[in-house]
Nanobody, 121 residues
């Protein structure tokens, strides 16, 4: 069974940076594209970014372009989400999900428990 565990969230100030990590079973990372989503209070979960199995292609929602960078290290079975210049509106629970992702398709199939990111002014 695919398992993913997110970490790296916390309480930060606007303008700070964070790097979220997603540790997964070897098969999860090596056999799947991996994606990051987030869910702010009172809002639906939304796609943020995804990366292909070999790390050669990444996809971002328009609002994430420029400040968010997704990367992966298959040797350590880990996927990362670097977030720079954090804003209060980035406050959300961030989730990692193995699945199938293309430029137009988002099909997460295995979710982690999420990691809370809170950005204060």
């Amino acid at each position: 069974q695919v398992q993913v565990v997110e970490s790296g969230g916390g309480l930060v100030q606007a303008g700070d940076s964070l790097r979220l990590s997603c540790a997964a079973s070897a098969r999860s990372v090596n056999d799947n594209s991996m994606g990051w989503f987030r869910q702010a209070p009172g809002k639906p979960r939304e796609f943020v970014a995804a990366i292909t199995q070999d790390g050669g292609t990444s996809y971002y929602t328009n609002s994430a372009k420029g400040r968010f960078t997704i990367s992966r290290d298959n040797a350590s079975n880990t996927v990362f989400l670097q977030i720079n210049s954090l804003k209060p509106e980035d406050t959300a629970v961030y989730y990692c999900a193995a699945g199938r992702y293309t430029a137009v398709k988002r099909e997460p199939s295995a979710w982690g428990q999420g990691t809370q990111v809170t950005v204060s002014l």
